[in-house]
């Protein structure tokens, strides 16, 4: 089945800085990588999708980006705020009609003021 | 709109006992999710419905959980026998396939907290 793997663990950064979280899978016939935020005692919360027919995708501060052939996507945050510390996770699915989702181990963001 | 919700928030029970854990989905969303979360790991996949049926039960542990959704909304984890292993976070999330855009996106609710002690 499929594996992702999700690196850092923990990231801290100031306030404005960026940040990028990474994640590998193992599985090619893989084609959707979602990323979700989930804060403390909360669901995780969609914020940015890429399907594998594209490598790119920006929302205003959030972009991820997706190099099928090393099977690695990105999560990068730019101008960070105290309100994006959260957990992130990676995902990973066949794209269908349904599929189920394989997640990273998620990483902690701390965005110090 | 109001979105996935489960019920109870949180469930503290002892080893040994039966527990129910409920999800009501976004209305209208056919296919349903459950997932295990425990503490500083992700979402592990469990078992997922379309319409009424449990179309893949593959992560559920063993045969001391089950789910079902009589009437293809609302889902009922259920789990006998309870043992402290099973303290965890458990998600529901509720998804639509769209075919025009031929791609299905899955949300999630806050989660039950259960504790066994």
């Known amino acids: 089945g499929e594996n992702v793997e999700q690196h850092p663990s923990t990231l801290s950064v100031q306030e404005g800085d960026s940040a990028v979280i990474k994640c590998t899978y193992s599985?090619?016939?893989?084609?959707?990588f979602p990323w979700y935020k989930q804060e403390l005692g909360k669901g995780p919360q969609l914020i940015i999708d890429i399907r594998s027919n594209v490598g790119e995708k920006k929302d205003q501060r959030i972009a991820v980006t997706l190099n099928k052939t090393a099977k690695h996507f990105s999560l990068h945050i730019t101008e960070t705020q105290p309100e994006d510390s959260a957990v992130y996770f990676c995902a990973a699915s066949i794209s269908g009609r349904y599929s189920t989702l394989t997640f990273g181990k998620g990483t902690m963001l701390l965005v110090s003021p | 709109g109001a979105g996935v919700s489960q019920t109870p928030s949180n469930k503290v029970t002892e080893k040994g006992k039966y527990v129910e854990l409920r999800c009501d989905p976004i209305?209208?969303?056919?296919?349903l999710y459950w997932y295990r979360q425990s503490l500083g790991q992700g979402p592990e996949f469990l078992i997922y419905?379309?319409?009424?049926?449990?179309?893949?039960d593959s992560g559920l542990p063993n045969d001391r959980f089950f789910a079902v959704r009589p009437e293809g909304s609302v889902s009922t984890l259920k789990i006998q026998r309870t043992e402290r292993g099973d303290s965890a976070v458990y998600l529901c999330a509720s998804s639509l396939y769209s075919p025009t855009a031929g791609e299905e996106t899955q949300y999630f609710g806050p989660g039950t907290r259960l504790l066994v002690l």
């Open positions: 599985d090619s016939a893989s084609n959707y």
């Open positions: 209305s209208g969303h056919t296919a």
């Open positions: 419905f379309q319409g009424t049926g449990a179309a893949d």
